[in-house]
């Protein structure tokens, strides 16, 4: 059901996060394909049957600092965190559990600290896995919330 995503999954990313995020959070297909690329030990799928209704994009990055939307990523000579840049499932598949199992994917990588940008007032749901929330700020346009998991 979780596997590491391919190039092959490229197309089902993008459309999955086009689908789900407001249009201000939209992020080009080429900037996942460069994370993917670059990392791809931490982007995972979450295929139950033939399609693909779910992801999870993560890559060590520098703590204390949200990753920008749309940028391509480029490995970081001395990380300083584990970051959760992006997790998204399909509307239809929410409340199944999927989005968890994406989540404790990542958090088996041996890691620490882990840090995220919670956004659309998904804080309690990052709360759920130890994240704790350091500061608010705009981010996009919105109230989000940094948050790190020790």
């Given amino acids: 059901m979780i596997r590491k995503a391919t190039k092959n999954d490229f197309d089902s990313i993008d459309k999955i996060g ?6 201000n959070y939209y992020e ?3 900037s996942f394909r ?6 791809p030990d931490g982007c995972f ?3 139950p049957r033939n399609d693909v209704i779910g992801y999870i994009i993560s890559f060590p990055y520098i703590l204390f600092k ?3 939307i749309n940028c391509y990523y480029k490995n970081i000579e001395h990380p300083t965190c584990y970051y959760i840049h992006d997790l998204c499932v399909l509307k239809e598949h929410r409340g199944s559990g999927y989005a968890s199992a994406l989540v404790n994917e990542v958090l088996k990588i041996k890691s620490y ?3 995220l940008m919670s956004v659309l007032d998904s804080n309690k749901f990052w709360e759920r896995f130890g994240f704790k929330p350091y500061k608010t700020e705009m981010y996009y346009g919105m109230n ?5 998991l020790d």
């Fill in 66 to 68: 949200p990753y920008p």
């Fill in 144 to 148: 989000s919330t940094y948050m790190i």
């Fill in 34 to 39: 460069s994370k993917l690329l670059a990392y």
């Fill in 113 to 115: 600290p882990k840090a």
């Fill in 45 to 47: 799928v979450c295929q």
């Fill in 18 to 23: 086009t689908d789900s995020y407001p249009d």
């Fill in 28 to 30: 080009g297909v080429e």
